[in-house]
């Protein structure tokens, strides 16, 4: 049967507007000064709203194959897309008073994080080996600069680096994994013809298998799945907090979401023989993910490892394979988006209010004179580890009703004991904001953070010449970082007492799978 | 009503931040006031026949995941609700009276916590019930933590490490009450009403009922895990610590009636002894420690061990009588913790230590405290007229009928609780009165909180069957899980062989006869009655 491509325009207007809207960002900061930030802010939040505002209107709209079959917008790739966009949304305001921002300039910045966006809509929505392989790339590339982006500061040049090579490999590994797949699937790239292709008979045959592990291990270093995940706390901790954040939670948002579409539709006929290697894999994330943040003293690096923790709760309801599952997976990611913004937002005021870059001493004492800001990072601690009251507690609930309903219990009791272990280093947080004194030294505020900031010990221009001082990087109070700070945490409680809205939004997820895979 | 008695603690506390610091000490206490006020109608016009729950909330909360926003409240709360309302009022009247820092944190901090004990007693559904369970946690670990003193921080982590290791499992067995029992009860339910009437296959009970066990265990504390307890009691502030030692030891115990025993009453019989002997160990360590320590704290945590040994006892004898002895025990043990913890914060004001060698001589010149004191004494060791004898009378009668071996071992545990009782008050009231020890009476401030919590010690001493005769319908009917065939499942009226049943214990009528007396069918839509297509 001869395809003609049909161009559905109404599903493919998100990525329209995105593509659009990199390119007015990117033109815009070539010809304004360094100093239009305000500009290009407003026109990169303007390109995710009306991405945003064109989603939703999708979600409401039947599921499309794109592109001739290459993308599929279904509900899953909605959903992973709004919770994509919504953080680089609260990533915007973070970058106003970034330095690295600054310093790299805000029309770049903000065209490669729009790219990276527009990466990871494309993989949510991929369908396909070629376009999981693009899009991937697409998503990568422009992290890795923005990693580096703060150029004098030597640990971010590192991470940007080191996420390059590894991320490399990652991506050499998936690729190489999809040529067995394609050969052992004889020759199919679509997800559904590799399954059709697969069938029963070659579910366990040797070279689908090693197609099979290749490719989860490409995938396992994107979402920083243990034993692949050592390079985590090293770049988060390097690069520029905002992107930090964004990293953090949208590159696995979008990961699971096509690490959950290929294995659930196009591997699904040797579903006996992944599934018991990824719930293992699943176990050793969350032991190693949590005993690793035990002992950090750099925020970033705590996050980066409890990342790691939150990676193998996740993993746990995609490798169920089931609807509830999947439901489960797309709502931890969404109260994970919200939990985590509000965290390392708070970590970036802090870096630019005080001496002590994202070192715990930061935060300590911060409980008596920034309320505020000490209330968002202790529910966020708390929701982090799963406590009640919070959407990571409805989280956690769901993944585990998931894992008991799909015959797993025993990672249910691993996800409660990762939980258990976790609360010993989220705690500590939450007792440097309130129990501890703050810190002797005084914290450098407004405009005196050139001098003082970067971690101590570490070489580091201060200030170019030429730079106004009304340029510089200033601690000064943000409202609209403080607004975004607060909007994610109420948010954050708001779905942990009445979660019900958040869950009809991920049932979506489970429906587009499940309708992909069909009466077939 | 129960939904305002839920709710007003947390939202007084909510408002406390829109308030000037220097007022909100009191409109916290008159938060606690009006919840008390509350709790004591609530008391007033409960109706205990039959043991079903009155008052019952039902509303839709989490569909998608099975969860129902469910509060009752029958024989086996309603005192539990009212004592946490009583010392919580005298918790935050205290606190009031002593102006803590950061006042706004400190009391939305104590609304939250009762916000959430008062979910535990309250609520319906298991899911509910361990959400409030947890929740606890978050709030007393700021208490202590931020307000405590000595080495709070490390007092307070260990203290949350330890309660949480056993209630995150009990989330995990809640789960998986709900999920594998979910064929036979029609769609994953938590509702403790239906998953009571479908118990699980033998094996599945047992595991989950560890993981039960394993939660309330270490909140009561008993031995083996109580390894947070007096670490949590060094640092704890003293009107977080009458909470502690009071009420959230108290929720454990309710716990092990409300919903180990009914819902999974195979694993229940079957590790029966076990239990037994558990709450056997820890009145024989608590008492023995409680006689060697020399700190005033120290020997309350460990007397608390030992009574929280008798209560486990009454609950695990399975039978009637022990039942109807530990909810009256619990009230009791809270009501004579709490002015024992205001004892001793007077007493370390007036003598500057906690330790009982460096004091003395007290009652010199404090014949009024003194008086209080020796009548909670009294109490604390189950004197004969008080209601802590009839409480350990009623445990002990039910172990007998069960255990004798046990109940003979145990009754050690009330001569040893007149000896370091005794102890305790002669070696602060009586003997010389030590150098620079300041013999005060009780002033006035102190005495409008103290007074009250040892009046109703004596009243309830003259007067305990207020608590048994409204305890004993829902204690039979918790206890009635434990029949064979208990509910005659699908609308059979239930066979039932008579020497199955715990003794003293008749089993409940068929679900329609439950239905029709108001019970949980009508409102859930699940349940056999419903199965068997009985129009709610």
Not at chain 1, 333 to 353: D, G, K, Q, S, T
Request: charged letters at 10%; proline letters at 5%.
């Amino acid at each position: 049967m001869i395809e003609t491509p049909a161009i559905d325009y109404g599903a493919l207007s998100p990525i329209i507007a995105l593509v659009a809207g990199i390119c007015v960002v990117l033109l815009v900061g070539l010809i304004g000064p360094r100093g239009r930030r305000g500009l290009s802010s407003a026109l990169t939040l303007a390109t995710l709203a009306a991405a945003a505002g064109l989603l939703v209107w999708q979600l409401g709209e039947p599921d499309a194959d794109l592109v001739a079959g290459a993308l599929r917008s279904d509900g899953l790739s909605i959903t992973i897309g709004l919770i994509v966009v919504a953080a680089a949304a609260l990533v915007v305001p973070l970058q106003l008073r970034d330095p690295a921002a600054e310093e790299a300039g805000f029309g770049e910045t903000h065209t490669l994080l729009l790219g990276s966006v527009l990466g990871m809509l494309l993989l949510a929505e991929a369908q396909n080996l070629i376009s999981f392989f693009v899009a991937l790339e697409l998503l990568s590339i422009p992290l890795y600069v923005l990693c580096g982006s703060h150029r004098s500061r030597s640990r971010s040049l590192e991470s940007g680096l080191k996420y390059l090579i590894v991320g490399s490999i990652g991506s050499a590994t998936l690729l190489y994994g999809s040529a067995f797949i394609y050969g052992g699937s004889g020759g199919a790239t679509d997800f559904t013809a590799i399954a059709q292709g697969i069938g029963a008979d070659l579910a366990d045959d040797p070279l689908v298998l090693i197609g099979i592990a290749l490719v989860a291990v490409g995938l396992a270093f994107k979402v920083s799945i243990a034993p692949f995940h050592q390079w985590t706390p090293d770049v988060y901790e390097g690069a520029p907090t905002p992107i930090t954040a964004f990293m953090a939670v949208a590159t696995k948002a979008a990961a699971f979401a096509v690490f959950a579409r290929f294995f659930i539709t196009a591997l699904g006929p040797s579903a006996d023989q992944w599934q018991p290697a990824l719930a293992a894999l699943a176990a050793v994330t969350i032991v190693v993910g949590n005993v690793g943040a035990l002992g950090q003293d750099s925020l970033k690096r705590l996050l980066g490892y409890s990342g790691v923790a939150q990676a193998g709760y996740m993993l746990t309801g995609l490798l169920l394979g089931t609807v509830k599952g999947i439901d489960a997976l797309v709502f931890y990611l969404a109260a994970y988006m919200l939990i985590n913004m509000a965290a390392f937002a708070v970590i970036a005021v802090r870096e630019r209010e005080t001496a002590y870059g994202d070192d715990i001493t930061a935060v300590q004492g911060i409980g008596k004179d920034r309320p505020a800001l000490a209330w968002s990072l202790t529910i966020s601690m708390l929701a982090l580890a799963g406590l009640p009251g919070t959407a990571g507690f409805i989280g956690k609930l769901f993944l585990i009703e998931a894992a008991v309903a799909g015959n797993y219990t025993w990672l249910g009791v691993f996800i409660v004991v990762g939980s258990m272990i976790s609360l010993v280093y989220y705690l500590r947080v939450v007792a440097a904001i309130w129990m501890r004194p703050a810190p002797r030294l005084a914290p450098a505020m407004a405009g005196a953070s050139t001098e003082a900031a970067g971690e101590p010990g570490l070489p580091r221009r201060t200030g170019e010449p030429g730079r106004t001082p009304s340029g510089a990087p200033s601690g000064g109070r943000c409202w609209l970082v403080l607004g975004a700070i607060l909007a994610a945490t109420a948010a954050t409680v708001a779905f942990g007492i009445v979660p019900s809205p958040l869950i009809d939004f991920s049932a979506h997820a489970g429906e587009g799978l499940a309708s992909m895979l069909g009466p077939g | 009503m129960l939904v305002a008695i839920f709710a007003i603690p947390v939202a007084v506390g909510l408002i406390g931040f829109l308030l000037p610091a220097r007022i909100v000490g009191w409109w916290a206490t008159l938060g606690a006031l009006a919840s008390l006020a509350l709790a004591v109608v609530l008391v007033a016009g409960f109706d205990a026949t039959g043991g079903v729950l009155r008052d019952v909330v039902d509303e839709s909360w989490i569909p998608q995941l099975g969860v129902r926003f469910q509060l009752g409240v029958d024989g086996l709360s309603v005192f539990l609700v009212l004592l946490t309302s009583l010392l919580w009022a005298a918790a935050v009247l205290w606190s009031a009276l002593q102006a803590p820092d950061r006042p706004r944190n400190y009391f939305f901090m104590l609304g939250l916590a009762q916000t959430a004990t008062l979910g535990c007693f309250l609520a319906q559904d298991l899911l509910l019930f361990v959400l409030c369970f947890d929740l606890m946690l978050v709030p007393l670990y700021f208490l202590v933590g931020a307000w405590g003193t000595g080495d709070r921080i490390r007092a307070t982590i260990k203290m949350i490490v330890y309660t949480l290791v056993g209630s995150l499992l009990m989330l995990v067995g809640a789960i998986a009450t709900a999920v594998l029992s979910a064929d036979a009860t029609g769609g994953i339910t938590f509702s403790l009403e239906v998953l009571r009437r479908f118990p699980l296959a033998d094996g599945t009970q047992y595991w989950i009922f560890c993981f039960f066990a394993a939660a309330f265990l270490v909140k009561m504390p008993a031995v083996v895990v109580h390894g947070w307890v007096v670490d949590a009691y060094r640092s704890c502030p003293l009107p977080v610590l009458i909470l502690l030692g009071g009420v959230l030891s108290k929720v454990a115990a309710y716990g092990f009636l409300r919903i180990v025993i009914p819902v999974f009453p195979d694993a229940s019989i079957h590790f029966q002894e076990l239990l037994l002997i558990i709450g056997l160990a820890s009145i024989l360590y608590g008492s023995a420690m409680a006689f060697t320590r020399t700190g005033l704290r120290d020997i309350v945590a460990f007397s608390s061990i030992a009574q929280m040994g008798f209560i486990t006892l009454g609950i695990f004898s399975l039978s009637g009588a022990g039942g109807d002895g530990s909810v009256l025990q619990m009230v009791n043990h809270a009501l004579v913790v709490a002015p024992i913890f205001l004892i001793i914060a007077l007493l370390a004001e007036r003598t500057g230590t906690e330790d009982i060698r460096a004091m003395g001589g007290m009652a010199k010149r404090a014949p009024v405290l003194a008086a209080l004191f020796i009548v909670v004494t009294m109490a604390l060791l189950a004197i004969p007229g008080s209601a802590n004898f009839v409480g350990e009378l009623f445990i002990l009668k039910g172990v007998f009928e069960t255990k004798v071996a046990i109940a003979l071992i145990a009754s050690s545990g009330i001569a040893f609780a007149a000896f370091y009782a005794l102890r305790m008050y002669q070696r602060t009231m009586h003997n010389p009165l030590p150098e620079g020890a300041d013999s005060r009476e009780l002033t006035l401030r102190e005495g409008v909180v103290l007074v009250p919590l040892v009046a109703c010690i004596v009243a309830l001493a003259l007067y305990p069957g207020l608590i048994t005769t409204r305890g004993q319908d829902s204690v039979d009917r918790s206890l009635a899980s434990l029949c064979e065939d208990p509910y005659g499942i699908a609308g059979e009226p239930a066979a039932v062989v008579e020497a199955d049943c715990p003794p003293g214990i008749e089993p409940e009528p068929a679900p329609e006869a439950v239905a029709g007396r108001g019970g949980f069918d009508a409102w859930t839509g699940y349940g056999p009655a419903a199965a068997a297509g009985v129009a709610p």
